[in-house]
């Protein structure tokens, strides 16, 4: 049941810290403040690239995947929505890795794409939230999530379940290419342990989010910006609200803004940025001051130096725990899908089962 929620939405959404916590404490031991999982079965050494293909919300979380491997593990990485993937007979190396992430595992493009990469001689790993699936029963390692199951149409939990797996992943295949040394390994360990109670403190920023909520329910259109790494958290974020909102909203990446989106700009169309301060921070906060110049109402996620230098430009802030940047768009996935909640609440909408919508997308 909905254990007294309003809907499932929002008890998944509280479920968030848990299904951090779960996630990793089958694949780090908090002694060592080491990652823990399930031997390879291939030489991360060896892999000359990684291909990650999911759809929606998983596609995402690959994004996010993706800068992850590239940095801390020095692998190259492919990434693409599976209905594209599918078809575009790309090239694949030899000795290649490819990464699946589906919460259901049943979904048609990305199994599609499993059995397509199988034959083309990838070794193919999968995250999955049910492990008992047609991709789970096919693939050469299953990385689960451990988010329980998931009931509102929209993803909430299994979004930083899989985040999780992915972050413990890249640590793993880093170590295993000698591209962080131990001390390293053990303060990005550190820092995801940490996610879940870090996770909590957002349901105290509750009321900030509404008051963003308010801005966004009376629009047409919102843009939502991010850079770097949280620029998927932007997506995740523009799709959560167009989902169970009926808001048209679009994500960029801050700095494409000037290269076109940003002739949309006026009163009527507010800007929500994903903005930690991190070595980007400056970069984002000049195109948000871009965006305010011509009219522009900025809505922020920060944490406590950001609000301090988006004084004066964001009319609403939520100011998030400080976290390190590697964990960021983990904890900002959190504030991002209740505000798309928040919403679909003032617009009385249908939260657990969007129109045209289905959980598990099991044809083409
Ligand atoms: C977004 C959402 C969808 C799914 C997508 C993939 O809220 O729920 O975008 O993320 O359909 O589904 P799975 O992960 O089951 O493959």
Redesign the pocket.
């Known amino acids: 049941g909905k254990d007294g929620y309003r809907h499932y939405m929002e008890k998944e959404l509280h479920e968030h810290p848990v299904a951090i916590g779960q996630t990793l404490q089958r694949i780090t031991d908090p002694a060592s403040k080491t990652i823990t999982l399930p031997k390879m079965p291939f030489d991360p050494a060896q892999v000359p690239r990684v291909t990650i293909t999911?759809?929606?919300?998983?596609f995402y979380a690959g994004m996010v995947g993706r800068y992850w491997l590239e940095s801390l593990a020095r692998v190259p990485v492919e990434i693409d929505v599976a209905s594209e993937m599918r078809y575009r007979d790309a090239p694949q190396p030899d000795k290649g890795v490819a990464l699946l992430?589906?919460?259901?595992?049943?979904?048609a493009d990305?199994l599609g794409v499993l059995r397509s990469l199988k034959k083309a001689g990838q070794s193919i790993v999968s995250v999955l939230n049910v492990e008992h699936s047609t991709m789970g029963r096919e693939s050469d390692l299953v990385l689960g999530m451990v988010a329980g199951p998931e009931i509102s149409?929209?993803?909430t939990k299994?979004f930083t379940a899989q985040l999780s797996v992915l972050a413990a992943l890249s640590i793993d295949f880093a170590r295993a290419r000698g591209t962080i040394d131990k001390t390293r390994e053990e303060s990005l360990t550190a820092n995801l342990l940490d996610l879940p109670s870090r996770a909590a403190e957002v349901f105290t920023r509750v009321e900030a989010i509404q008051a963003m909520a308010r801005v966004i329910a009376e629009a047409r259109d919102v843009l939502y910006l991010g850079r770097g790494i949280c620029t998927p958290i932007a997506y995740e974020g523009a799709?959560?609200l167009k989902?169970i909102s009926y808001i048209h909203a679009e994500a960029y990446a801050a700095g494409e803004l000037k290269h076109g989106p940003i002739s949309l700009i006026d009163r009527t169309v507010p800007v929500v940025a994903i903005a930690p301060s991190t070595i980007l921070f400056d970069k984002t906060l000049s195109n948000l001051q871009e965006a305010k110049a011509r009219g522009g109402r900025i809505l922020a996620f920060t944490d406590a130096a950001g609000a301090k230098r988006l004084e004066g430009i964001a009319e609403h802030i939520v100011v998030l725990p400080d976290v390190d940047a590697f964990v960021a768009p983990i904890l900002y996935a959190i504030p991002v899908q209740i505000l798309a909640y928040e919403v679909a609440l003032l617009k009385g909408t249908d939260v657990d089962q969007p129109r045209n919508l289905a959980k598990?997308?099991t044809v083409e």
């Open positions: 999911a759809c929606g919300s998983a992430i589906s919460q259901s595992g049943e979904t990305t149409v929209a993803s299994a799709l959560k989902e598990s997308v």
